[in-house]
């Protein structure tokens, strides 16, 4: 693909230097429709990276656009805080009878604020409230947002340095796996709890992601996270499943904890949850934890109506017969095989690769290899991240409804870029 030198004098010179996808895909995007995004010169990209997870239908998926657009056409309510709306009663209604009633999940729904780190706030502030303790134990490789108490959770030595302050109660833990199966699963973190002498303040919760995205896509056992569950209830502890990036059907189940078989206290959903890249999140909780008084946790945009439209029409669209579990599933099936490949023919290069349904991460030997892969992939025309502690790992998350022939497209197009950078 023939590049041209974009304009990009104006986000150089007057937008901040904090600024970051940007610098790995140098160009000035103007459209994006499906999988696939274009830029100002019509150069055509194939979507590996869906938002960091905010798009799993895809750009301008037609379904709920058409919804959106006819909404607005009718004047309807656009910002309500939290006021009771047709949009927000579709969408509660919607999403009682298609995800919460058949999997038997009794949660009640809080609509914290826009974003992710909302979610998590206002799950980490319920646990303290409810158990009236203040620590928190977190994972090793944990991400779980950029506001104050998030950080507090979060692993990553760079983003914590961001905050400026003291990061305190939390307390993180060894994720699966982090040991290398040399210790017991949780024999540190329950020693811990037994010793009076250990300086661990008794926790309120435990937060986990059952798949560290950021993190370098940790994939959790089922059986780890049944543990965790059991370590949790019998410490009197809540359970808090981050399920911001691999809620939404991105694993397979709409919730990824589905396969454990676990039900978590409380369970923190945004991203994809509107469908369609608007800002919206959730915060689900078992009724007995309901312990809020009116007002105790507001925010000027906890009721994105638009939100609630897309949102409805993405459950109505996708999640009412059981399908797309079984297409994303078999799209990640797919991407496994090309993994295989990609390990076979660079043995030495690569140093794992680890997924579950559409969300996969190949760990490179040399982390400066999985920059240059991306690099060489968006020169290529598909765009892909990195993640993990030192971006070791390429990082490959394209929506759910991503056809096989555009899987296959862009998988060759991985396997080429890293080729031509190893």
């Not at 399908?323 to 140093?351: C, D, L, N, S, Y």
């Not at 862009?410 to 190893?422: D, F, K, N, S, Y």
Request: proline fraction near 5%.
């Amino acid at each position: 693909m023939t590049i041209t030198q974009p304009d990009l004098s104006v986000f150089e010179t007057l937008e901040s230097e904090v600024r970051s996808y940007c610098r790995g895909w140098p160009t000035v995007f103007d459209r994006a429709q499906g999988s696939k995004m274009y830029d100002e010169d019509g150069h055509e990209y194939l979507d590996f990276f869906a938002g960091a997870g905010s798009l799993n239908y895809g750009h301008n998926n037609p379904v709920l656009k058409r919804a959106l657009i006819d909404y607005l056409e009718r004047d309807g309510v656009v910002h309500g805080l939290d006021m009771s709306t047709s949009a927000k009663r579709a969408f509660l209604e919607t999403f009682q009878e298609t995800i919460l009633r058949p999997r038997d999940l009794p949660y009640k729904v809080m609509f914290p604020g826009p974003t992710g780190t909302n979610a998590v706030e206002s799950a980490l502030k319920l646990a303290r409230k409810v158990k009236g303790r203040e620590s928190i134990v977190s994972f090793t490789n944990a991400f779980h947002g950029m506001s104050l108490g998030s950080l507090a959770v979060t692993g990553n030595a760079f983003k914590r340095a961001g905050a400026g302050i003291p990061l305190v109660h939390g307390t993180p833990m060894p994720f699966d796996n982090y040991l290398d199966g040399r210790t017991p699963d949780f024999i540190w973190f329950e020693r811990l709890l037994e010793d009076s002498g250990s300086g661990l303040n008794q926790p309120a919760a435990v937060i986990v992601e059952t798949v560290q995205g950021e993190g370098g896509i940790n994939v959790a056992r089922t059986e780890w996270l049944r543990k965790l569950a059991d370590v949790c209830k019998r410490w009197d502890m809540l359970l808090i499943v981050d399920d911001i990036q691999m809620g939404c059907g991105r694993t397979g189940g709409f919730f990824s904890f589905e396969e454990a078989g676990i039900v978590p206290d409380i369970v923190t959903v945004s991203k994809s949850i509107s469908g369609y890249g608007l800002p919206m999140s959730l915060c689900l909780f078992k009724p007995e934890l309901d312990v809020w008084e009116p007002g105790e946790h507001n925010g000027t945009f906890r009721g994105n109506n638009p939100a609630f439209v897309t949102a409805a029409a993405a459950l109505n669209a996708y999640w009412a017969d059981g399908q797309m579990e079984k297409q994303t599933i078999a799209r990640g099936e797919q991407i496994e095989q090309a993994m295989v490949a990609i390990r076979a023919e660079h043995p030495e290069a690569t140093r794992e690769y680890r997924g579950r349904g559409l969300v996969w991460g190949l760990e490179m030997t040399d982390p400066e290899h999985a920059t240059k892969i991306a690099r060489r992939a968006f020169d290529l025309g598909l765009l892909v991240e990195t993640s993990g502690p030192e971006s070791e790992v390429v990082k490959l998350l394209p929506a759910l409804t991503i056809s096989p022939e555009e899987l296959d497209e862009g998988l060759r197009i991985l396997a080429r870029a890293i080729r031509e950078t190893v």
